[in-house]
T-cell receptor, first 111, second 109 residues
Framework: DVKVTQSSRYLVKRTGEKVFLECVQDMDHENMFWYRQDPGLGLRLIYFSYDVKMKEKGDIPEGYSVSREKKERFSLILESASTNQTSMYLC??????????FGEGSRLTVL | SQELEQSPQSLIVQEGKNLTINCTSSKTLYGLYWYKQKYGEGLIFLMMLQKGGEEKSHEKITAKLDEKKQQSSLHITASQPSHAGIYLCGADDNNDMRFGAGTRLTVKP
């Protein structure tokens, strides 16, 4: 079974702090994604990556950056966290197409 | 961009009852995906539909894509508490996956 592991299930940070969310997949998938999920808004794509060191902006990249130095790892970085970034963050990977395998999510609260 | 509307937003049913969730697109769907999310967790892939009129089943869950490929329905037969969660439809939209806002299903024992 594909396993997508997100480093932290719950985080509480203060405004202005730098936040790292790590995601690791163990099935050699090419594609990796970061979404955020908010009530009433569904899932919105932040960034995605089709290959190592490659990244593409999704719908809402502002305030975020990503890093993919190794195929299995895709990190989401909040350079200076703000309260409107309080959300559930979901990482996903896929081999082909859009059958996505999701991690369990990281719930971030920014105070 | 493609908008996906799900209805209803939430649903409460008695165990054993049947239910249907709908997903409607503003554009032709070239790939429609159904996912289930348990509260506070990640999404689990259920089914993918690509052809107009296609229907797929897995256990007591059946998903259909209409002939015009703009609407999909997810039908659960004889619901159980294990079916509770949030059901999301997603669509392939020009190298991106768009999701509906989700339908929250509660099954009362």
């Amino acid at each position: 079974d594909v396993k997508v592991t997100q480093s932290s299930r719950y985080l509480v940070k203060r405004t202005g702090e730098k936040v790292f969310l790590e995601c690791v997949q163990d099935m050699d998938h090419e594609n990796m994604f970061w979404y955020r999920q908010d009530p009433g808004l569904g899932l919105r794509l932040i960034y995605f990556s089709y290959d190592v060191k490659m990244k593409e902006k999704g719908d809402i990249p502002e305030g975020y950056s990503v890093s993919r130095e190794k195929k299995e790892r895709f990190s989401l970085i909040l350079e200076s966290a703000s309260t409107n970034q309080t959300s559930m963050y979901l990482c996903a990977s896929s081999l082909y197409g859009w059958e996505l395998f999701f991690g369990e999510g990281s719930r971030l609260t920014v105070l | 961009s493609q908008e996906l509307e799900q209805s209803p937003q939430s649903l409460i049913v008695q165990e054993g009852k049947n239910l249907t969730i709908n997903c409607t697109s503003s554009k032709t769907l070239y790939g429609l995906y159904w996912y289930k999310q348990k509260y506070g967790e990640g999404l689990i892939f259920l089914m993918m539909l690509q052809k107009g009129g296609e229907e797929k089943s897995h256990e007591k869950i059946t998903a259909k894509l209409d002939e015009k490929k703009q609407q999909s329905s997810l039908h659960i037969t004889a619901s159980q508490p294990s079916h509770a969660g949030i059901y999301l439809c997603g669509a392939d939209d020009n190298n991106d996956m768009r999701f509906g806002a989700g339908t929250r299903l509660t099954v009362k024992p």
